[in-house]
Nanobody, 118 residues
Framework: QVQLVESGGGLVQAGGSLRLSCAAS????????LGWYRQAPGKQRELVAS???????NYADSVKGRFAISTDNAENTVCLQMNSLKPEDTAIYYC????????????WGQGTQVTVSS
């Protein structure tokens, strides 16, 4: 099992920044894909950003140029730097890990609330 614990959410005004962190219970070098998803009220959970073990990144079109995903291997954390926040970024943000060699393969954090006021 991989346990993921998010931190860094909160309330921010539009145009502001937040940095989310997710601490993994194992060495993240053994995780194939790390990512951040979000779910707004009444909407489906959607991918925000992901990072593969080979360094590939993927971002939702709505956050390209504003958000950046990164890892700290020494601390076994994955971070999401969010800049130029918009009210439509308001959601619960979830950390996700995909480990091909460890069933059930997909692991989730408990989520952290991000609220952007206009």
């Amino acid at each position: 099992q991989v346990q993921l614990v998010e931190s860094g959410g909160g309330l921010v005004q539009a145009g502001g920044s937040l940095r989310l962190s997710c601490a993994a219970s194992q060495n993240i070098l053994g995780i194939n894909v790390l990512g951040w998803y979000r779910q707004a009220p009444g909407k489906q959970r959607e991918l925000v950003a992901s990072l593969t073990s080979t360094g590939g990144t993927n971002y939702a079109d709505s956050v390209k140029g504003r958000f950046a995903i990164s890892t700290d291997n020494a601390e076994n954390t994955v971070c999401l730097q969010m800049n130029s926040l918009k009210p439509e970024d308001t959601a619960i943000y979830y950390c996700h890990a995909f480990v091909v060699a460890l069933a059930p393969y997909n692991f989730w954090g408990q989520g952290t609330q991000v609220t952007v006021s206009s």
